[in-house]
Antibody, heavy 128, light 107 residues
Framework: QVQLQQWGAGLLKPSETLSLTCAVYGGSFSGYYWSWIRQPPGKGLEWIGKINHSGSTNYNPSLKSRVTISIDASKNQFSLKLSSVTAADTAVYYC??????????????????????WGQGTLVTVSS | DIQMTQSPSSLSASVGDRVTITCRAS??????LNWYQQKPGKAPKLLIYAASSLQSGVPSRFSGSGSGTDFTLTISSLQPEDFATYFCQQSYTTPRTFGQGTKLEIK
């Protein structure tokens, strides 16, 4: 059973760089996209971006200028860096696997994606 | 970006009730719609993928339906452990986007 365990600094000052790492245990690292998602306190979920085992990335345009997602396939880990943070970046940050699977719909196979499993979440607070 | 709108934002119900939560996409997303359950202080948990496929291990009282722009999550008979917040999410395109959530509370 795949498990994701994440860690990183929980308290930052404005203008600093957020840095989080997520390790994947118990399953294949290749063949998937690995995502970061965040949730401000009491609010909804925002997808930050994703990376595959080859290092191909896709970022949310709303954060693209400040985000870097990288991968260390030798350690089954991927990381998030978010630069120039402000109070608006205060959130619980989650790592998650974007699973891709086939589903039969009207007698044909179609490929779908979903987030499962998720890491435990890391609260990052930005405060001066 | 595709906007996902859930209704209602909150809902009070009793154990044993049948509950339906709606999610509407700002454009057609075929069946590229997932549902998650989140309890306080925990990561979201996948319930339904591809609009109507039940994730392994999820009780059969949960079901999903819909395609195009309108989707529903139904809980056929509420159990005490079902009181949580529910999110829909589209996987039709990037950026992936989520609904704002529906908080299901005990009446």
């Amino acid at each position: 059973q795949v498990q994701l365990q994440q860690w990183g600094a929980g308290l930052l000052k404005p203008s600093e760089t957020l840095s989080l790492t997520c390790a994947v245990y118990g399953g294949s690292f290749s063949g998937y996209y690995w995502s970061w998602i965040r949730q401000p306190p009491g609010k909804g979920l925002e997808w930050i971006g994703k990376i595959n085992h080859s290092g191909s990335t896709n970022y949310n345009p709303s954060l693209k200028s400040r985000v870097t997602i990288s991968i260390d396939a030798s350690k089954n880990q991927f990381s998030l860096k978010l630069s120039s943070v402000t109070a608006a970046d205060t959130a619980v940050y989650y790592c998650a696997r974007e699973t891709r699977g086939q589903v039969v719909v009207v007698a044909a196979n179609w490929w779908y994606n979903w987030f499962d499993p998720w890491g435990q979440g890391t609260l990052v607070t930005v405060s001066s | 970006d595709i906007q996902m709108t859930q209704s209602p934002s909150s809902l009070s119900a009793s154990v044993g009730d049948r509950v339906t939560i709606t999610c509407r996409a700002s454009q057609s997303i075929s069946s590229y719609l997932n549902w998650y359950q989140q309890k306080p202080g925990k990561a979201p948990k996948l319930l339904i993928y591809a609009a109507s496929s039940l994730q392994s291990g999820v009780p059969s009282r949960f079901s999903g339906s819909g395609s195009g722009t309108d989707f529903t999550l139904t809980i056929s008979s509420l159990q005490p452990e079902d009181f949580a917040t529910y999110f829909c999410q589209q996987s039709y395109t990037t950026p992936r986007t989520f609904g704002q959530g529906t908080k299901l509370e005990i009446k």
